[in-house]
């Protein structure tokens, strides 16, 4: 799966979650004092559960970004070197 999919991916799975704890706690037999907190701590859970996220898409994505300049980089120095090249077989 590329970067892109898993990020969405992602993305819907923890809403997917989310989403379906809440139903959970609200259809469950409780206090409303009890629910709100189950809510808040499933808020909480899944707030640091995207932060994880997406710092891991963040780090892949510079990863991505890195790998590009050195490659362009590396195709610039051999374009160079091979300009060079051909200047001194045409004066020679």
């Avoid at 206090?31 to 499933?42: A, C, I, L, P, S």
């Avoid at 780090?59 to 051999?78: A, L, P, R, V």
């Amino acid at each position: 799966m590329d970067n892109s999919h898993s990020g969405k991916f992602g993305y819907g799975l923890l809403l997917g979650v989310f989403v379906g704890a809440v139903v959970g706690l609200l259809l469950a037999p409780q206090t409303g004092e009890e629910t709100r907190k189950k809510v808040q701590n499933t808020a909480e859970d899944l707030q640091e559960q995207l932060n994880k996220l997406t710092d891991r898409i963040k780090k892949e994505t510079n990863t991505i970004i890195e790998k590009g300049k050195s490659y362009i980089n590396e195709k610039n120095e051999q374009i160079h070197l091979k300009d060079e090249d051909d200047l001194k077989n045409t004066g020679s």
